[in-house]
């Protein structure tokens, strides 16, 4: 069944090349889809364009559809383009004439687009929770390991002492800025475009901020052409959020992966949370880090493919922005799946006490060792001359003292501040 049916069928090829993926890739679309279609018959109703007898049956049978969708068992039949004409048939076979008043002032372009402004705008709200629960994994992690001593290194080489506390909580905090980005892309999300039919508007009535209260949008995408501008940009700017995220996640599990190698061992996994080699018998590799890691740097790329795809196309509906779907849909996914995965690893990483102490970490406190004499009244760059001289001549025995006091700082985390950033970007949303 084509909406569009003039009295002839496509070619087969034709329609399997412009179909692509959709027949799967919608079904995560379906239940936003009828949503959608439920506000836009009410509004049709109360502008009289649906009988007021009509509204309830029509109601009902969109209520059976989506009970379809809950139980798993919806599916978008052979020779049906998308869910948006599934929904349609499935009405009208049920209800006749009736099913097919419903897409009287609506267009695909504007259905889909509600439909995934509803589904980035759940995607959105869902990876921030994913967001949360890793942040206070780290926070807790941060605090409880604020005492254990770990190298510093800048250029991979020994620098300075650095804790655990610090490690862990450096990157709860990164997420702060991730979840700035996830809070801006969510409310570009969350703006209606509903009643922008096919990019130019309506001649009938439409009752837009009807549909934009039922569906509980914080606004419209007013202008109608705006309103179609928006797909690619709502999700380009999910993308912009969720490589935000992904890079910081990446960069932890590369962390991850070096501090599990056995010229660091700072941290490590119970057997059961590593995996083996089929020719070297001892290994225990960091597999679920580098596939992490892998994962995460796949995602930085899907803004550039967004980019692309988008790249040059004049106002107005394309196909092109179909596509949109095959790149943006498995990266929410693949983002949450890291986060829920990095949670799991988080709850059984045993760490390494007392590494400072080792002999190759001398030089970590050559800067603690000047800034004593500092404080005890040599000037700064004579102090410095005087430790570096002693390490050049191979006499440099460090006194393993550390005593660091100002905010963000080893011995003071401000762990309690960074949370309650954390809270202010979450409030952002405005759930
Ligand atoms: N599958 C289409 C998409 O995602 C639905 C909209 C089709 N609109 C059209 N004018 N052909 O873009």
Redesign the pocket.
Known sequence: MKLWNKGFEPDKLIEDFTVGA?REL?LRLARYDVEGSMAHIRMLESIGLIESSELPLLLAALERIAATIERGEFTIEEGV??V?SQVELMLTRELGDMGKKIHSGR???D??LVDLKLFMRDELRSLSEHIVTLFNRLQSLSDKHKDTLMPGYTHLQVAMPSSFGLWFGAYAESLVDDMEMVAAAYNIANQNPLGSA?GYGSSFPLDREMTTSLLGFATLNYNVVAAQMSRGKTERAAAYAIASVASTLGKFAMDVCLFMCQNFGFISFPDNLTTGSSIMPHKKNPDVFEIMRGKCNRLQAVPNEISLLTTNLPLG?H?D??LL?DIIFPATTTLCQCLDMCDFMLQHIIIKENIVQGEQYNYLFTVEDVNRLTLAGVPFREAYKEVGMAVQRGEYTPTREVNHTHIGSIGNLCNDKIAEKMNKVVKKFGF
């Open positions: 959709d919608d383009e998308d948006h267009s695909r372009n259905q889909v096919a509906y196909r922005l179909q779907k």
